[in-house]
């Protein structure tokens, strides 16, 4: 499948150069933490920030819109992205399909002043503190480690191992809070918006 040009991500030769500055936001935590959730409700209420449309090999699910919740793309689209230099970040999600951000558009909206929200995993978090250090990273965090397994095992339908495995996940990931700037406890979603808001300084900011 070729990339179509109304796509966001594929404006051929325009590629700026991203420069160091504190208007991109990067959201990331644990597995299951509701990155979405208040990253939706954020934009929901401060229309004026730019969530930023990832790509991804994994396919779309019912509901969601190519360009709008993802750009969806082969593998070998993927490797082209990666390729061309097109990635700010990538990661290799679950061990199972790719996710990055591509650069273009981020650099669109940065240059035009416009505050930006990368909501990705934990990786990507480090990859981008190294390519724009300046970049403000915030931990999304559950409201306790009983709170966090809760949400990861759900209804207790997972096998023994795979519990092991999820929880073993968490702990890491959890590890990682120490490298962010700022913690937020998503004891509630509105509540934390409001606190990701005011970081990215668009707080009391309508629209
Ligand atoms: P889902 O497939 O449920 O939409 O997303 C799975 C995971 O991929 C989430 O933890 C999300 O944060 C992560 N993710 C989504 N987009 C990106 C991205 O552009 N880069 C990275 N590194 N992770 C992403």
Do not use: C
């Amino acid at each position: 499948m070729a990339l179509a040009s109304t796509r966001p991500l594929v404006s051929s030769s325009d590629l700026p150069e991203i420069k160091p500055q504190t208007q991109l936001t990067v959201l990331a935590g644990p597995t299951a933490v509701g990155k979405g959730t208040v990253s939706r409700d954020l934009i929901a209420r401060h229309p004026q920030v730019w969530l930023s449309v990832s790509a991804t090999t994994r396919p779309p699910r019912p509901g969601e819109v190519d360009g709008v919740h993802y750009v969806f793309v082969s593998e070998d689209e993927f490797d082209a992205l990666v390729a061309q230099g097109r990635m700010l970040e990538w990661a290799l999600v679950h061990g199972r399909y790719r996710y990055g951000t591509p650069r273009g558009p981020v650099a669109e909206r940065l240059a035009s002043g416009i505050p930006v929200l990368l909501e990705i995993d934990l990786d990507g978090a480090r990859q981008v503190r190294g390519a724009m250090p300046d970049a403000q990273l915030v931990f999304l965090a559950p409201p306790s480690q009983a709170e966090l397994e809760r949400r990861l095992l759900g209804r207790g339908t997972e096998n023994a191992a795979e519990r092991a495995r999820r929880l073993e996940t968490a702990r890491i990931e959890m590890a990682a809070e120490p490298e962010f700037d700022h913690t937020i406890v998503n004891d509630n979603v509105q509540r934390a918006a409001n606190e990701l808001a005011v970081l990215m300084g668009v707080a009391g900011q309508g629209g």
